[in-house]
T-cell receptor, first 116, second 113 residues
Framework: DAGITQSPRHKVTETGTPVTLRCHQT?????MYWYRQDPGHGLRLIHY???????DKGEVSDGYSVSRSKTEDFLLTLESATSSQTSVYFC???????????????FGPGTRLTVL | GEDVEQSLFLSVREGDSSVINCTYT??????LYWYKQEPGAGLQLLTY?????DMKQDQRLTVLLNKKDKHLSLRIADTQTGDSAIYFC?????????????FGAGTTVTVRA
């Protein structure tokens, strides 16, 4: 998966608890993204980063925060998890300097999060 | 994904051709992508097409783009059991000075013997 790992791969937690998901890349790509995947919705962008300490919101950012203190790591935090945040979370990276394929993104293996 | 629409399911017999259709809304999209997701895995880029092209062929895959109708299709020739997966169409759109991908909901392709 293009040198992208996500941890944990599976997590079960309770409503109201904080949760942090980690994405780690070894490709030195500038752009990193967090998506959630839900049946019937495809992938929806939560937050993304265009450099260290530079982040912006996606279309479903409420209830999530992110941090990027190093090029290789992008953290997604659910401050107080809710059952509606039960989903599969994917991290993606993009170089975008290739010019060959625009915004081609490479995806990690995903984290399945269940909030009880 | 509301800007990109796909049918949700497709069943095809092994050896036949599969055609997955997608419509998008942003006429300024420069690139359009097809991703494949196998069970329990992340998304893998299958192919892409630049907006100034109307067709691209890559081995068993053929992508057709109709810019006038904002319609994209993926044809898989000689469909195999290993082609069973979810296929996502995505468009690259410019938003707030940056490029982002907007995904469809995905088409689940089931290949039957």
């Amino acid at each position: 998966d293009a040198g992208i790992t996500q941890s944990p791969r599976h997590k079960v937690t309770e409503t109201g608890t904080p949760v942090t998901l980690r994405c780690h890349q070894t490709e030195n790509h500038r752009y990193m993204y967090w998506y959630r995947q839900d049946p019937g919705h495809g992938l929806r962008l939560i937050h993304y980063s265009y450099g260290v300490k530079d982040t912006d919101k996606g279309e479903v950012s409420d209830g999530y925060s992110v941090s990027r203190s190093k090029t290789e790591d992008f953290l997604l935090t659910l401050e107080s998890a809710t059952s509606s945040q039960t989903s599969v979370y994917f991290c993606a990276i993009s170089d975008r300097t290739s010019g060959r394929s625009g915004n081609e993104q490479f995806f990690g293996p995903g984290t399945r999060l269940t909030v009880l | 994904g509301e800007d990109v629409e796909q049918s949700l399911f497709l069943s095809v017999r092994e050896g036949d051709s599969s055609v997955i259709n997608c419509t998008y809304t942003d006429s300024s999209s420069t690139y359009l992508y097809w991703y494949k997701q196998e069970p329990g895995a992340g998304l893998q880029l299958l192919t892409y097409i630049f907006s100034n092209m109307d067709m691209k062929q890559d081995q068993r895959l053929t992508v057709l783009l109709n810019k006038k109708d904002k319609h994209l299709s993926l044809r898989i020739a000689d469909t195999q059991t290993g082609d069973s997966a979810i296929y996502f169409c995505a468009e690259s759109i410019r938003a707030r000075g940056d490029y982002k991908l907007s995904f469809g909901a995905g088409t689940t392709v089931t290949v039957r013997a």
